[in-house]
């Protein structure tokens, strides 16, 4: 079971909010918004993605993390590198 499965309603319309907040700037792309009007909602839509993450990061440590460290020390180290690994890939995008 993920982390998220308690959660997963509110990060699927966390999502749809997301979802449809890039097709608005995909309509404001194509009728020629004012370009710093367009950057604002992109900026609007990276940090509710960044908040989706984050959640999600939290989720995996105290579920995902904890259950394993439970299991075997090597378990736990295992998912750790992995949380560590995705940690790396959020903060270079």
């Given at each position: 079971m993920a982390g998220y499965?308690?959660?997963?309603?509110?990060y699927?319309?966390?999502?749809?909010?997301?979802?449809?907040?890039v097709r608005g700037i995909a309509r404001?792309?194509?009728e020629d918004?004012?370009?710093i009007?367009?950057?604002?909602?992109?900026?609007?839509?990276?940090?509710?993605?960044?908040?989706?993450?984050l959640g999600l990061?939290?989720?995996?440590?105290?579920?995902?993390?904890?259950?394993?460290?439970?299991?075997?020390p090597e378990a736990g180290q295992a998912k750790i590198r992995e949380a560590s690994d995705a940690i790396a890939r959020l903060v270079r995008s």
């Open positions: 499965t308690g959660t997963k309603d509110e699927l319309a966390r999502l749809r909010r997301v979802e449809g907040q404001m792309v194509d918004t004012y370009c009007d367009v950057l604002t909602q992109v900026a609007a839509v990276t940090k509710a993605l960044e908040a989706v993450s990061l939290e989720d995996h440590l105290t579920h995902c993390v904890v259950d394993a460290a439970r299991q075997s």
